[in-house]
């Protein structure tokens, strides 16, 4: 995560420090594991939700 | 005349306006003076339209003396969350990249608003980028509860909620991608409405100020009939707005007083059960018994993916967001606070194949709302679980209650957005509206939910329930 964070980065001129890309590499492994729970569902017939187009 | 602050709400104001009995001139002045005495101890207006807003009013009031009255919000005052465009008046997003942009267009929400002839008294404070539900907001200050200067105001439309909470103008529009228009509704004691995903066009709104999928343009005011007119002149089709709506727009005030015996009403129960105070519930219990006192009939439902929405919600608008942030992040990165700044970061370690899969699995759960809003008419749950918590402790990072201390923020985001974000999720309409008070004598938010396109029916319970409760009849006391 850190490493590819610190391609972020460079990329786009951020200039984190190492406490700054400890902190969010923190938050992205919190979120990381949040999503594994997508992946856990049984998905196989189900297409993404590409807009909600809303009908009465 | 003398404007009767008794009556101050649009459907009490319009006629009298209509028959003459009280000047547009007069209005309008009354409410830029209570907003220009009040302000600056709630903080809820970044910028006051004074000026305009005169010259509205002396155009509205000489249309209605030549008998071209507009409707019921002719002369009316309203303010707008400062990530509306509105043209020739500077517009933040609360933020400090946009401090000096002044757009040269109205969003379409103003504009419609313009047309029905209400007065724009100016742009109200809001959470950095719309990206928080305190108004804490380092750029523009902290926007302060009109029913305790100590609490936070809730957000991200807090200025719009404290506006028409302390009555320095009618009726608010804000935005709603998480809990940003009935979480500051619920904490300021109002009605907040997000409508059903598409009803009204966001065109105009900040891009980057709420994701695409999950944003929707939202109506903060005093009472649910007010909710209802403001909802008529804004709701509708708009070729400008891609992923509005092309559906019938009804007569929304007719359904404002009608019987509500026999409506089936489910108990919403789920991942935020564990996060809902005893106070709340016991609030929550009260307004369940005065629905049934209503006729309505109430069981418990739940549905069996219910616990994937905050993944879904916390992916989806993340990653939606540091899209639109896209161009910023690469030339202003530094104009961020470091929280938000690290939050868009963060989220663009995000995989697109997870970005899919939550898409994937939004559907999962859209679908089986649609089946159990067959069951039911309408859902219910508090809107927020927890009382509203002080400016320090949210300063501070935690929230507090049943002896309970909590991180007011984790990896699912607000803990005071979980019940309000299944209905981003699923674009269905939710209104808020008080359900009682705290011990700490801060209001406490009734959510309501309904299927899609049916604000009608939205309307005829919470009228209903509002009437029955008459929460909506307590005000503030401003500070003299």
């Known amino acids: ?53 809303k009908r009465p | 005349m003398a404007v009767d602050a008794a009556a101050a709400t649009i459907s009490e104001l319009a006629p009298l306006l209509r028959r003459k009995k009280i000047s547009p001139v007069e209005l309008i002045q009354n409410y830029l003076e209570k907003a220009k005495r009040f302000n600056p101890h709630l903080n809820a207006y970044i910028t006051l339209t004074e000026d305009q807003a005169l010259a509205d009013a002396a155009r509205a009031e000489r249309e209605i003396h030549q008998g071209q009255y507009r409707g019921p919000l002719h002369g009316i005052p309203f303010s707008i969350k400062d990530n509306l465009s509105t043209a020739g008046i500077r517009t933040t997003a609360g933020s400090k990249i946009l401090a000096d942009w002044v757009p040269d267009f109205d969003a379409s929400a103003v504009q419609r608003l313009k047309d029905a002839g209400a007065i724009l008294l100016g742009k109200t404070n809001m959470h950095e980028w719309a990206l928080g539900g305190t108004t804490i907001n380092p750029f523009y200050g902290t926007t302060h509860n009109p029913w305790n200067l100590d609490y936070i105001a809730g957000g991200s439309s807090g200025g719009s909620a404290a506006a028409v909470a302390a009555e320095l103008c009618l009726a608010s529009i804000g935005t709603d991608s998480a809990q940003s228009v009935r979480n500051p509704a619920s904490m300021c004691g109002i009605v907040g409405l997000k409508p059903t995903y598409g009803r009204v066009s966001q065109y105009g709104t900040v891009a980057g100020t709420g994701a695409y999928s999950t944003n929707h343009t939202g109506i903060l005011t005093r009472t649910v009939e007010d909710c209802a007119v403001v909802l008529q002149a804004i709701a509708g089709h708009d070729p400008k707005d891609p992923l ?78 540091a899209a639109a942030h896209d161009p910023y992040l690469r030339t202003k990165a530094h104009e961020y606070s470091k929280a938000t700044l690290h939050s868009y970061i963060s ?131 401003l500070p003299v």
């Open chain 2, 244 to 321: 509005s709506a092309n559906a019938p727009v009804p007569n929304f005030s007719i359904s404002v007083g009608k019987p509500v015996r026999g409506i089936k009403v489910g108990i919403l129960r789920g991942y935020f059960d564990e996060f809902i105070a005893q106070e709340v519930a016991a609030n929550f219990s009260q307004a369940v018994a005065a629905f049934n006192s209503l006729g309505m009939e109430t069981e418990e439902v739940t549905t069996p993916h219910l616990g994937l929405i905050p993944a879904i919600k916390v992916c989806t608008s993340r990653v939606e967001n």
């Open chain 2, 347 to 477: 989220a663009l370690l995000t995989p697109a194949a997870t970005y899919v899969m939550a898409q994937r699995a939004r559907r999962i759960v859209c679908d089986e709302f649609d089946d159990l809003l067959k069951r039911v008419q309408l859902l219910i749950l508090p809107t927020i679980g927890f009382p509203v918590p002080t400016i320090e402790q949210c300063q501070e990072g935690y929230v507090e209650f049943d002896g309970r201390k909590l991180p007011r923020q984790d990896a699912r985001g607000g803990l005071e957005s979980l019940c309000c974000i299944p209905f981003n999720v699923t674009g269905l309409p939710a209104i808020s509206v008080c359900c009682g008070f705290s011990k700490s004598g801060m209001p406490i938010g009734l959510l309501i939910v309904a299927g899609s396109f049916q604000e009608p029916l939205l309307f005829q319970a919470a009228y209903a329930y509002e009437r029955e409760s008459e929460w909506h009849q307590r005000r503030p006391t």
């Open chain 1, 1 to 53: 995560m850190e490493e590819q964070l610190r391609k972020i980065d460079r990329d786009y001129g951020f200039n984190l420090s190492d406490e700054e890309v400890q902190t969010i590499a923190r938050r992205a492994a919190e979120f990381e594991s949040l999503f594994h729970c997508l992946y856990e569902v049984d998905l196989s017939d189900t297409a993404p939700l590409l807009k909600l187009d």
